[in-house]
């Protein structure tokens, strides 16, 4: 019996990919025609599909399902023309509890800030150093100084025997420093590849045994984050002796749908994993996602999850990632390195008469320098030109083929520099920088074999030498065997604060979201042999696996994998940190909605004698304010402690645009005012072994409640041992007041469009019966759907206009559609109904309505509610 109490998340009809039609609307996305279900007990994914085969419903299976603590199967329906009915019907079999659109998530877009050179090989060949445990070198890695992770590893903590299960885009295991190999004994010792190289996220995954990453790296990456061994660059992951388990989910094509990642952790769980990650997410906001909820009841099972964040900090508050929204889920926001790792190519020079001189540079691309020994040349001699070499060269210049080429950095495009050189027969060319730093150049210009950057003050440094009438002589080594190296500069503009891109929580029921921090931004790693072996790179991705290895680092410590004790120590002994927007430093600190509990601190956090009932509170909103709470403090140590409780606030954020609907973009406007906090003692004092309860009162802060702001900060538990803090957070004003869809945003349009633009009414639309094939060109009436915020039931009504004497035909097939994210999507109308009937010939409007946050759905005063122009349907 279908289980509507729990808001069947019915069947999205040929739901078209959104095309955002604002930027304040970006899409959701899911496969036509392709559905998880949730069985009962006992019926499994063979009772399932031998039922359906006596009905004679068509499908195509994707995933079985059938794992202890997920029952189920997804599928593809595969009679395109009578796939609704189909649907209808097998979300009303018995067996059939919940049935989910499968829903797509891209590899996040973590930003690459460098990686090796293709085809580089030495690594590959580079004496495997055995696997070494305990103290052997101190380690100086920037971000594990950050969280504390070096004086664990100063001890000798380094993970030993933990199962790690890594769901991503596979391991590249035979790189040296993961391991070399696969299977029992090596670093990566267990998973699976659920998907096959060509799975692209809408196809049937195709697996296999074999979990190598080759053609993506993001797997790789956040590995190495984890566990990387000894390597030429000299930096380990954070817990070396793990043993990690590789779980593929998406193939080169770089999507994987939700029923391969609620398998992959289904799957990583049965095969005994101690702890799992995943750095891949998507818009949600919403506890109740399914691959949310599969994720929570792993870890109510035992096994923490750490999540990612997200990447999606531009678009301000509420705006949670799924699965790291989920209840129980720990979700990890990034902050930015203290160091920017870069990586140069060693090469040398002469001027003059003088002995070389060594100097690092970035090959670009193209990067085809054989041993290249040439002089310089410059357009000309003056540092400070903004311009150089964006013109055409003079008619006097002499034949480049002779020479490098030195071009300063800026006004035009490297390819327009690369050009005007070329023009004069030049085959390599070096860029200097005009800012600090460098970067990866590319300059795919006819005639141009070789190109790369150096420092600004390298290039200053010779353009003076040219200027005087010295010639410079450039020796590059060709950089598919040149030694590389690594120099560290200090980031003294955004190391570690909160990295710009972190998605912000709440979700929009008011949990907190996210939990803890760890750095995430200029991370380097290791990448697949075939891509360059190491990279930097910068994300929340790259900040969640660091998590998952500090959780190991303090389970070992501490002799626990209790998903809650852990959580609960990693969150209290956390560094809350400033408000940073990408540039400055504000003397307040940063939201909890953005840095949850703050920067992980492993080693405070292993020894913890002190541990909290709770990792956060949530005041929830006004209306719903939850005026007292409690934790309790538990004193594991041998001493009576004495705590000295204070709030400290942290800056508060306006959810939403003044006099709009719609959330502010990063950096929204904040506010230093925050809440009062009142507790039942303001000295605690918790015997030795023993433990104390503490009740805490909120008065959350007078501001303006339309616009929904999030007010936060920190209870600090202050003694001469533990010291620490407790992230709480609250929404000023009424979460169901808020209007969810933006009538402006919301209208009728055809599939003709692929921009999906407004249509005006009136348009009949031709289109094939139940039992039709689709002409060519067929086009269909669609709806634009514009959410402000998410809404957790959608109503697409067919209304029509003449000659009925009943308001509504009731929903289109697909809806009602249950907790959506915001933004735009599109839903495409092909005559049918919910129930599976088709509407007659006829004229009609849509009417959408969505269900306020927290709303009745019962109650009509509940939704926000607008109809489209009138639009006609006739059958061919
Ligand atoms: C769908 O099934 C019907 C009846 O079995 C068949 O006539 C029709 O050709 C099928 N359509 C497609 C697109 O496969
Ligand atoms: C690491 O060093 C600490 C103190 O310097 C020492 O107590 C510990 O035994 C060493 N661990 C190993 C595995 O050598
Ligand atoms: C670069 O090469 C020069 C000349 O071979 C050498 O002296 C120098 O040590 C190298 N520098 C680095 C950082 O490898
Ligand atoms: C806030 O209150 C609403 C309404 O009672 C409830 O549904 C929601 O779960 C609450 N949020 C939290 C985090 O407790
Ligand atoms: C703490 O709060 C819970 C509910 O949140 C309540 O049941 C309990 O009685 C409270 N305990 C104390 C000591 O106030
Ligand atoms: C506890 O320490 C923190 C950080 O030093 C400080 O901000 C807070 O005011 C202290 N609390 C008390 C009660 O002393
Ligand atoms: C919600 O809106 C109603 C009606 O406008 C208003 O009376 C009420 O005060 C609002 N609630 C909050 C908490 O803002
Ligand atoms: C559509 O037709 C109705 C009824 O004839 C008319 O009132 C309305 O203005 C028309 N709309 C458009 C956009 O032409
Ligand atoms: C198509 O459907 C119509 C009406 O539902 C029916 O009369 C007709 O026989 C069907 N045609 C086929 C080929 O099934
Ligand atoms: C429909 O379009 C496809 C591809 O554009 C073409 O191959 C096919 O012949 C067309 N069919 C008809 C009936 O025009």
Request: hydrophobic residues 40%.
């Amino acid at each position: 019996m279908v289980h509507w109490t729990s808001f069947l998340p019915l069947l999205g009809s040929a739901v078209s990919v959104a095309a955002a039609a604002t930027s304040k609307l970006p899409s959701a996305q899911v496969v036509p025609g392709a559905y998880i279900v949730e069985l009962a007990d006992n019926h499994d994914s063979d009772s399932f599909y031998s039922t359906l085969g006596s009905d004679d419903v068509a499908v195509k299976h994707r995933l079985k399902l059938d794992y202890k603590l997920f029952k189920g199967t997804s599928f593809q329906l595969k009679n395109v023309s009578d796939m609704d009915g189909a649907a209808a019907k097998i979300a009303n079999m018995d067996m059939v509890m919940r049935m989910w659109p499968v829903r797509i998530f891209n590899v996040p877009k973590d930003e690459v800030i460098w990686k090796g050179t293709d085809g580089r090989t030495e690594f590959a060949q580079a004496a495997l150093k055995k696997r070494q445990s305990g103290n052997a070198t101190t380690d100086t890695f920037s971000t594990h100084v950050m969280t504390q992770v070096n004086q664990l590893r100063q001890e000798g903590v380094t993970g030993s025997g933990i199962k790690i299960a890594v769901i991503d885009t596979g391991i590249d295991y035979l790189h040296p420093a993961l391991g070399g190999g696969f299977g029992a004994g090596h670093l990566v010792s267990y998973g699976t590849d659920l998907v096959g190289d060509d799975y692209t996220g809408f196809n049937t995954p195709v697996p296999d045994p074999d979990p190598i990453d080759e053609c993506e790296g993001h797997g790789s990456h956040v590995a190495g984050i984890i566990a990387a061994q000894e390597n030429p660059y000299g930096f380990t992951g954070a817990a070396p002796d793990v043993t990690l388990g590789a779980y593929r989910v998406f193939g080169c094509g770089g999507s994987a749908g939700n029923d391969v990642l609620i398998a992959a952790y289904n799957q990583a769980y049965e095969d005994g994993s101690d702890i799992i990650t995943a750095s891949i997410g998507g818009a949600s906001g919403w506890t109740e996602d399914p691959w949310a909820v599969a994720v929570q009841r792993i870890v109510e099972a035992g096994v923490p999850c750490t999540v990612s964040a997200g990447n999606d900090g531009d678009q301000g508050l509420f705006y949670a990632s799924t699965a790291a929204n989920g209840k129980g889920v720990t979700a990890i926001a990034s902050v930015d390195n203290t160091q920017s790792p870069q990586v140069l190519t060693n090469a040398t020079y002469s001027t003059g008469n003088s002995s070389t001189e060594s100097f690092g540079w970035t090959p670009g691309s193209p990067a085809n320098w054989p041993n290249v020994s040439l002089p310089l040349w410059n357009v000309n001699n003056d540092p400070t030109d903004t311009a150089n070499g964006c013109d055409a060269y003079p008619a006097d210049t002499p034949d480049l083929s002779g020479y490098i080429v030195l071009i300063r950095r800026g006004t035009c495009t490297f390819v327009q520099k690369a050009t005007n050189a070329a023009a004069y027969g030049a085959k390599y060319v070096l860029f200097y920088n005009n800012v600090e730093g460098l970067i990866s150049v590319s300059a795919a210009v006819d005639g141009i074999e070789g190109t790369g950057m150096v420092t600004a003050e390298q290039g200053e440094e010779w353009v003076a030498d040219l200027a005087s009438g010295i010639t410079v002589t450039v020796n590059i080594v060709d950089p598919k065997v040149a030694p590389i190296y690594i120099v560290s500069q200090p980031n003294d503009v955004t190391g570690g604060f909160l990295s710009t891109y972190t998605s912000w929580g709440p979700t929009y029921e008011v949990d907190v979201k996210p939990q803890l921090a760890a750095p995430g931004g200029m991370i380097l790693s290791t990448y697949p042999r075939a891509l360059g072996s190491y990279a930097v790179l910068s994300g929340t991705s790259m900040a969640c696996p660091l998590a998952a290895a500090i959780t190991a680092l303090v389970a070992e410590v501490r002799g626990t994998f209790d998903p809650v004790e852990l959580e609960n120590v990693l969150s209290a002994t956390s560094n809350p940190n400033l408000f940073n927007d990408g540039a400055s430093t504000y003397p307040v600190l940063a939201p909890v909605a953005q840095q949850g509990s703050g920067l992980l601190q492993a080693y405070d956090a292993a020894y913890a004698k002190t541990v909290l009932s709770v990792s956060s509170i949530s005041f929830n909103d006004t209306a719903n304010l939850v005026q007292t709470t409690n934790f309790t403090i538990q004193n594991t140590g041998g001493d009576e402690v004495t705590f000295d409780l204070a709030n400290v606030v942290a800056a508060t954020g306006y959810t939403l645009e003044a006099g709009t609907i719609f959330p502010s973009p990063f950096p929204n406007e904040l506010d230093t005012t925050g809440a009062t906090l009142s507790f039942s003692e303001d000295k605690v004092t918790v015997p030795a072994g023993g433990s104390a309860v503490v009740s805490v009162t909120v008065s959350p802060p007078a501001l303006d409640a339309t616009r929904l702001p999030v007010y936060s900060g920190y209870i600090t538990l202050n003694s001469t041992s533990d010291s620490l803090s407790l992230p709480y957070l609250g929404v000023v004003g009424s979460m169901k007041n808020a209007t969810v869809l933006s009538a402006a945003d919301t209208y009728l349009t055809t599939s003709a469009d692929p921009n999906a633009n407004p249509i005006s009414g009136n348009q009949t639309f031709t289109i094939p019966s139940n039992n039709g094939t689709a002409p060519n060109g067929t086009a269909y009436p669609e709806v634009f759907l514009g959410l402000a915020l998410g809404s957790s039931y959608v109503k697409l009504e067919v209304i029509p206009q003449t000659g009925y004497n009943t308001s509504s035909l009731g929903n289109i097939f697909g809806f009602p559609q249950v907790y959506l994210p915001r933004g735009g999507s599109v839903w495409e109308f092909n005559g049918q109904l919910e129930d599976g009937s088709f509407a007659p010939a006829g004229s009609y409007t849509f009417k959408v309505s969505a269900l306020h946050i927290f709303g009745d759905m019962a109650k009509e005063s509940d939704y926000d509610v607008t109809e489209t122009e009138t639009f006609a349907i006739k059958y061919i």
